[in-house]
């Protein structure tokens, strides 16, 4: 499904090899939002913050409710 403006769109798939959805978040500063989820033992990291080719950083989180989120931004 395309957006009507921009270069957005959104994807769905049925991947039998993942048992979890992916959810990329953009966060104004990605290594400052991981220290302010840190102390929260309902939240499991996956990728502490690294920097990726943009730039940037990225972060990989698994929430209390099971769902994963990448964290993307500076």
Same mark, same amino acid.
């Given at each position: 499904?395309?957006?009507?403006?921009? =270069?957005? @769109?959104?994807?769905?798939?049925?991947? &039998?090899?993942? #048992?979890?959805?992916?959810?990329?978040?953009? $966060?104004?500063?990605?290594?400052?939002?991981?220290?302010?989820?840190?102390? =929260?033992? @309902?939240?499991?990291?996956?990728?502490? &913050?690294?920097? #990726?080719?943009?730039?940037?950083?990225?972060? $990989?989180?698994?929430?209390?409710?099971?769902?994963?989120?990448?964290?993307?931004?500076?």
């Amino acid at each position: 499904m395309k957006f009507p403006e921009g =270069n957005s @769109e959104l994807v769905l798939k049925n991947n &039998p090899n993942l #048992n979890f959805a992916e959810t990329e978040i953009v $966060v104004e500063d990605v290594r400052e939002t991981y220290e302010s989820l840190k102390p =929260n033992p @309902e939240v499991q990291w996956i990728r502490t &913050p690294f920097p #990726n080719s943009l730039g940037g950083h990225v972060a $990989v989180m698994q929430a209390p409710d099971g769902n994963v989120f990448v964290l993307v931004g500076k």
